[in-house]
C-alpha cells in the first residue's frame, strides 16, 4: 500500500508530499454527475456499490494518496431519528428547536449508526488494500447541531448561536446525544476498515474563542479521546479558526486542518510540532490558470515545511472547479515536492 499519506500523519520522513482533496468525490466530476442523474444524493449514500464507485472515481482520474469515504456528515442523524433532505445541502425537515425535540433523538448502538456507509467503508478497505489508504469522517458537534438546530446552511447560523445561548440545558443534551453517536460512528468505521479519521467541524468560525472553548470543545475532546489507542490517525478540521487560537490543538487530534486563511508557517507556530499539518490551496485559486496554481503549491509546500505536512485545499473542492486544473495541482504537488527542494 502507498503509506505516504500515513507516514505523513504520523511526522515520518516521506519521498514526497502526500495529498487528497477534501470533497474529491462530487460535483466537479463528469462521471460523478451522470451517477448522481440517475439517482438522488440519499440513494447514492445508501447504496453501498454505488457510493464505493463514487468513492473511487477520483482516484481514477487523479494520483492522489488517499481516499475518502463518500457520505455526508448528517448521514448518520438518519439513525437519530432525524430526517434530512438534500437541496443540495442539508435541509431538516423538523428543525430540533426545543428540550423535547432533543429528547426524542435516538442514541443509537454502535451496529446501527449508518450501517450502508459502514458497509461502504468495509468494500473499499478491501478493494483499496493494496493502493492508498481509506480516510473514513464525521461532523464534529458543533457544525452538526448547527444544520439541526438552524434547519439548513447560513451564514452565521443566528437561530443556532441563539438556541446554544439561551437553551443551555438542551443544547448541551444535543452536543452530548451527538458526541456519543459520533465516537460510536468513527468507531464503526475503523473497526471496518478506516485507515485514519476526519472529524469535519466546517462551521467552528461563528463562535468566539470563549464560548467555543467552554460550550464545544469538551465535547470534541471526548469525541477524539474516545478513540485513544485505536491506531488510526485523528485528524481535525475546523474552517475559519484562526480566532479560535490554540483551540484546534487542545481538541485532542493528530493532524491539524488549516483552511486557507492561515498560513501554514503560523499554525505550526502557534501549535508547535506535536502535530501534523493538513492543507491550505484556496480551493478558489483552481480557477485560475497553471501558473497561478503552480506558484501557489510552490509557497503551500514551502509554508508546510515538508515532515508533517499532508497536501489539501483549504476547503472542500468547488463543483465548478475545471478538471485541467485539478491535473495540474496534483501534478505541480508531485513535482515540486519530489525534487527535495522543499521542506526535508
Ligand atoms: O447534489 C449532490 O450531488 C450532493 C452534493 C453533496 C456531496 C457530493 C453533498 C450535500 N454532500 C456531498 C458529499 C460529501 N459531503 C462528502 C464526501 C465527498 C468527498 O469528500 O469526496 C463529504 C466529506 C461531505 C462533508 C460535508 N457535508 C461537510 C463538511 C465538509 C465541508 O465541505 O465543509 C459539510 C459542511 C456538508 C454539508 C453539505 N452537504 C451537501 C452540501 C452541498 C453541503 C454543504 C453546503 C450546505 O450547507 O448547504
Not at 450501517?115 to 457544525?143: C, D, K, Y
Not at 462551521?203 to 470534541?220: H, K, N, Q, T
Not at 463543483?319 to 515536492?337: K, Q, Y
Amino acid at each position: 500500500m502507498n503509506d505516504l499519506f500515513l507516514r505523513a500523519c504520523r511526522r515520518e520522513s516521506v519521498s514526497r508530499t502526500p495529498m487528497w482533496i477534501m470533497r474529491q468525490a462530487g460535483r466537479y466530476l463528469p462521471e460523478y454527475r451522470e451517477v448522481r442523474s440517475k439517482v438522488d444524493f440519499r440513494t447514492l449514500c445508501e447504496t453501498p456499490e454505488l457510493s464505493a464507485k463514487v468513492t473511487l472515481q477520483p482516484l481514477a482520474r487523479f494520483d492522489l494518496d488517499a481516499a475518502i469515504v463518500f457520505a455526508d456528515i448528517m448521514t448518520p442523524l438518519e439513525s437519530m431519528g432525524v430526517s434530512i433532505d438534500f437541496a443540495p445541502g442539508p435541509v431538516i425537515q423538523d428543525p430540533i428547536r426545543d428540550r423535547a425535540a432533543v429528547d426524542q433523538l435516538r442514541i443509537p448502538e454502535k451496529g446501527e449508526i449508518a450501517t450502508n456507509t459502514v458497509e461502504t467503508v468495509r468494500i473499499l478497505s478491501r478493494e483499496l488494500e493494496s493502493r492508498v489508504p481509506l480516510i473514513g469522517f464525521a461532523g464534529a458537534p458543533l457544525t452538526v447541531a448547527a444544520y439541526l438546530v438552524e434547519g439548513k446552511g447560513s451564514k452565521d447560523f443566528n437561530v443556532f448561536r441563539s438556541f446554544l445561548y439561551r437553551e443551555r440545558a438542551a443544547a448541551d443534551e444535543l452536543l452530548d446525544r451527538l458526541t456519543q453517536v459520533t465516537s460510536r460512528y468513527l468507531q464503526a468505521q475503523i473497526d471496518a476498515g478506516a485507515k485514519a479519521i476526519q472529524l469535519f467541524d466546517s462551521w467552528a468560525g461563528i463562535l468566539s474563542a470563549r464560548d467555543y472553548e467552554s460550550m464545544i470543545l469538551p465535547y470534541v475532546q471526548r469525541i477524539f479521546s474516545s478513540l485513544d489507542g485505536c491506531g488510526v490517525p485523528r485528524i481535525y478540521f475546523a474552517q475559519d479558526a484562526a480566532a479560535l487560537g490554540t483551540i484546534p490543538a487542545r481538541a485532542g487530534a493528530d493532524v491539524i486542518g488549516v483552511d486557507w486563511r492561515t498560513d501554514l508557517r503560523d499554525a505550526r507556530r502557534l501549535h508547535g510540532d506535536g502535530f501534523a499539518y493538513q492543507g491550505n490551496f484556496d480551493p478558489a485559486r483552481l480557477r485560475t490558470n497553471s501558473e497561478v496554481i503552480e506558484s501557489e503549491v510552490k509557497r503551500v509546500l514551502e509554508s508546510g515545511g515538508g515532515t508533517g505536512h499532508i497536501f489539501n485545499l483549504g476547503h472542500g473542492i468547488l463543483p465548478d472547479t475545471p478538471i485541467e486544473s485539478v491535473h495540474t495541482l496534483v501534478d505541480a504537488v508531485r513535482r515540486f515536492s519530489s525534487t527535495g527542494e522543499i521542506g526535508s
